[in-house]
């Protein structure tokens, strides 16, 4: 028969034994919310700090040194880079350039124990001008030249839980934090901000950690690299902001997909075999049945793509579940050390349709995998001894 | 008793009687079961290393946090605090060695006091003075000299991230440790050297240290002695921080407390998706049986036999799972070991693992169990006698 059996058929089988389908299904889903989780943590990992900092500015630190806290810029060189062409220059005419001076905070953390390493920027005026993602939620900016500092909304709640009025203490001062911004889901809600000369006294140095520049326009990246590249006295590396900073979620994203990918592999062996367990049976059970429409025409093949459509479209129930679960983890806040940085970072989970697709792909995989060996056998029984079997 | 053992025959029977479809299920249990004890052993060794911290050793850093240095003269005044015995210092490096892929943990460090106060790094006295006599000199941990197959004299270039610049260093001496649980990837090279080239090229970076290793004459006075050291610097530029080595390592996986939470948890998950698994053939037996039972029912065996051939079943099911994935646990923690040497300093599948593991396929066999009683129990023996499986 060319037509092969309607999917009413397939459907209705596995309806038909609820409690071993909803197990079955339950334990390939509970696979699918794990492999979900991981890739969202990802995720989430990567936009934040590939969502830190824009793509028109530009990073400046100290050759070889890769991060913003190894690294050292000295006012003269700052003064150097501010005269190289390729930058943007607001309207009174002075280029836009942002030295910023980065340190690591140690800050307990309200919830358990230990300390967390709270990325204290010292930025300037400039610098929240060149992140338009950066709003004032509550509050406001902090003064130039005071002690005052504003926090990320990442720190306002969560293990942290500063507020408004709250003072920290750190290289012998006493700061009021006095706004809270928000910096759309990125890389600096994690971060404290003050005035950068203010920092520089407190932590008793003379040279900036970084210096952060505005393009003219997209294109005049290249002229101010050539132009860098003329000044080897200079000895910085660049790179866009926004390069810069999606560059240190690699290690943590690598070793999160790694671990968890692992870990689902081993898992979905089980969740597998419990596949291939239900279909099996779901075979055994039907053998007469596989005979009679055999007997009335069915071709083997019709036979294997029915049990194979029974496998995956329990694979595929299980996938929706899993991922309607995993769709919840996305109020999820996490709060960790990138082991990049070794500073604190908060993100959220989130739910792509690319992971979204590769789970129910996966899911479906793990079905088909789990039926096609059952649906093999099922169609390899003799017309005769089907029939007679009871 | 003898009623006990009856039963158990009869059900160890039923198992075997699909033998595929048992097979497969003790498959999944034992796999289920060694990633359990796997990712609790993952944890476990986490930890591990900082439980093997010497007692008697504090260690001493910039309030602020480890980013900060202190200063060198510190060292001086930790060292006529009451109680210390030895004082000795380091800096983190940070050098990158090819690439970033090639990482092991390179501190710069007194070469006269540094292995007084880690004696359980044990060093050739002859090599020892080789690394004192020559000053881009430095003494490697055996397990990186064994990793990249570095011998006495080998030339070792590293690409500064802290301290600018490419720096070449020469093998000197390569110590072990005095037991298998001591931590051999460093890569020990002089302060003194570093440091006299970090003047020249970043003045600020100069005569800084990272941190203070003490040894003190008293362990249990640890804590006493951490406050005896911080109240000498209270109130001055650079405030510190003293605790014990053990909480010291502690502060950094408290770091990443969350991800191992996550696998903690993850842990657990995969009792729960073999239990469904499990679960499921014991309702797929239970079911095909419907008809066995009823007729046990009506020959005159009460309802609590019926449960014990389906709990018998299930749980001795679940034991030989288990009991293959505890014993199978063993040389796969072994092979895992192996291969992230790089990870861990001590790998061992603890006494408490095994036992939640027993635990765990224990009631992997209960649970699974429960469906299929219960529906025993609703069934009356006549719609039981009846029933098309």
């Not at chain 1, 049945?289 to 694979?315: C, D, K, P, S, Y």
Request: aromatic share 8%; glycine share 8%; with cysteine.
């Amino acid at each position: 028969m060319k037509q092969g059996l309607s999917f009413a058929y397939v459907a209705r089988n596995l309806a038909a034994r609820k409690l071993t389908t909803i197990l079955t299904a339950s334990g390939m889903a509970l696979v699918v919310f794990v492999f979900a989780a991981v890739l969202m943590t990802s995720a989430g990992l990567q936009k934040t700090l590939g969502g830190t900092g824009s793509y028109n500015n530009v990073m400046i630190i100290r050759k070889g040194s890769q991060t913003e806290v190894q690294s050292t810029v000295t006012r003269e060189q700052a003064n150097l880079i501010s005269t190289l062409p390729g930058l943007a220059s607001n309207p009174a005419g002075n280029v836009i350039i942002s030295p910023e001076v980065l340190v690591l905070v140690n800050l307990p953390r309200k919830q358990g124990d230990g300390l967390a390493n709270i990325v204290v920027r010292g930025t300037t005026p400039n610098g929240i001008l060149m992140r338009p993602q950066i709003h004032i939620q509550s509050g406001q900016q902090f003064r130039a030249g005071s002690s005052e500092i504003m926090i990320g909304s990442g720190l306002a709640h969560g293990k942290l839980g500063l507020q408004i009025g709250d003072t920290i203490t750190f290289g012998l001062r006493e700061w009021r934090i006095v706004g809270v911004f928000d910096a759309g889901g990125s890389g600096f809600d994690s971060e404290v901000w003050g005035d950068n000369e203010q920092m520089m006294q407190a932590f008793r140095r003379d040279s900036y950690s970084s210096v952060v520049v505005s393009l003219r326009d997209r294109s005049s990246y290249d002229t101010f690299a050539e132009a860098v590249r003329q000044q080897p006295r200079l000895n910085i590396d660049i790179r866009r902001e926004s390069l810069f900073y999606a560059d240190q979620s690699e290690k943590m994203t690598n070793f999160i997909t790694i671990l968890g990918t692992t870990i689902t592999i081993v898992f979905s062996l089980g969740a597998t075999i419990g596949a291939m367990i239900t279909m099996y049976s779901s075979v055994a059970n039907r053998t007469r049945e596989i005979g009679t429409l055999r007997a009335l025409g069915f071709q083997r093949g019709n036979i294997v793509w029915a049990f194979l459509q029974e496998a995956m479209l329990l694979g595929g129930i299980a996938g929706v579940i899993g991922l309607i679960a995993a769709a919840f983890m996305q109020l999820v806040e996490i709060s960790t050390t990138n082991i990049q940085t070794f500073s604190e970072v908060v993100f959220k989970l989130i739910l792509t349709p690319e992971i979204a697709a590769q789970v129910l792909c996966f899911s479906l995989f793990m079905g088909v995998l789990g039926g096609v060996l059952p649906a093999v056998r099922a169609s390899r029984l003799e017309i005769v001894d089907a029939l007679r079997s009871n | 008793m003898k009623k006990a053992r009856y039963v158990l025959r009869l059900a160890s029977r039923n198992m075997w009687r699909n033998r595929l479809r048992s097979l497969l299920t003790i498959a999944g249990i034992a796999v289920a079961i060694i990633s359990f004890g796997l990712l609790r052993t993952v944890v476990d060794s986490w930890y591990a290393g900082a439980e093997l911290a010497a007692s008697g050793r504090l260690i001493t850093r910039n309030a602020a946090s480890l980013a900060f240095p202190l200063p060198l003269s510190y060292g001086e005044r930790i060292r006529r605090v009451q109680g210390v015995d030895q004082v000795t210092w380091a800096n983190w490096f940070g050098g990158i060695y090819i690439d970033e892929k090639h990482f092991f943990p390179q501190f710069a460090v007194d070469a006269d006091s540094y292995f007084k106060v880690y004696p359980e790094y044990v060093l050739d006295d002859q090599q020892l003075l080789a690394f004192k006599k020559d000053r881009r000199g430095v003494v490697v941990g055996s397990k990186t000299a064994t990793k990249y197959g570095w011998k006495l004299g080998d030339q070792v270039p590293l690409r500064g991230t802290i301290y600018p610049g490419v720096w070449s260093f020469t093998i000197r001496g390569i110590y072990h440790g005095r037991d298998d649980k001591v931590d051999t990837s460093q890569f020990l090279m002089h302060w003194d050297y570093v440091n006299e080239n970090v003047k020249a090229i970043l003045p600020s970076l100069a005569d800084k240290v990272g941190i203070f290793v003490v040894n003190i004459k008293n362990p249990s006075n640890a804590a006493l002695e951490s406050q005896a050291i911080d109240s000498v610097f209270r109130n001055s530029l650079a405030e510190t921080r003293t605790e014990t080595q053990k909480s010291f390592q502690l502060g950094f996986i408290s770091m990443v407390d969350t991800i191992l939470l996550a696998i903690q948890t993850v842990a657990y998950v995969v009792i729960l998706i073999i239990m469904a698994v499990m679960a499921n053939t014991m309702a797929m037996a239970a079911r095909e049986r419907t008809r066995e039972y009823a007729t046990l029912r009506a020959l005159g065996f009460n309802q609590a036999f019926v449960y014990s051939l389906i709990v018998g079943e299930s749980v001795s099911m679940a034991v030989v799972g288990g009991g293959l994935g505890v014993l199978l646990t063993f040389p796969l923690a072994k092979g895992f070991f192996s291969v992230t040497r790089d990870m861990f300093v001590v790998f061992d599948v603890t006494p408490t693992t095994i036992t939640l593991q027993i635990m765990a396929s224990l009631l992997i066999g209960l649970m699974a169990a429960l469906a299929p009683t219960i529906n025993s129990t609703k069934i009356k023996i006549v719609d039981g006698l009846r029933a098309v499986t």
